[in-house]
């Protein structure tokens, strides 16, 4: 009789198996796809905080640009535009002759 019972037992037990098999595959498939997107997502979420970091530094380096370009302005206008001109173009001999006269870095005679 106890073998009976466990026959019937076993039998029940596959023959529930077999028919939720189908449903317990693609529970575990969609478990696989949810990690596999959760995955994208953080690495997407971590591109997005990087560019935004790139973003904000643009910006501070446009306001700097905009500062530097409105000096520049208010100093034509005191000045006059040829002079100014004659002054930055004179520095930017001066910075030009400077960077030949130092000792090159290791990187960049790698170059």
């Known amino acids: 009789m106890w073998n009976t019972v466990m026959r019937i037992s076993k039998t029940y037990t596959m023959n529930y198996l ?13 478990a696989e796809q949810g990690r596999k997107l959760t995955a994208k997502v953080d690495g997407q979420q971590k591109q997005i905080s990087c560019l935004t970091d790139k973003v904000m530094e643009q910006s501070d380096t446009i306001d700097r640009l905009q500062e530097k370009a409105s000096d520049l302005g208010r100093l034509e206008r005191h000045f006059g535009r040829e002079q100014v001109q004659s002054i930055v173009g004179s520095k930017a001999l001066e910075q030009a002759e400077w960077s030949k006269k130092r000792p090159k870095r290791a990187f960049e005679m790698s170059r």
Do not use: N, Y
């Not at 077999?18 to 575990?28: E, F, I, Q």
């Open 18 to 30: 077999m028919k939720h098999l189908p449903d317990t595959m693609k529970c575990v498939q969609l």
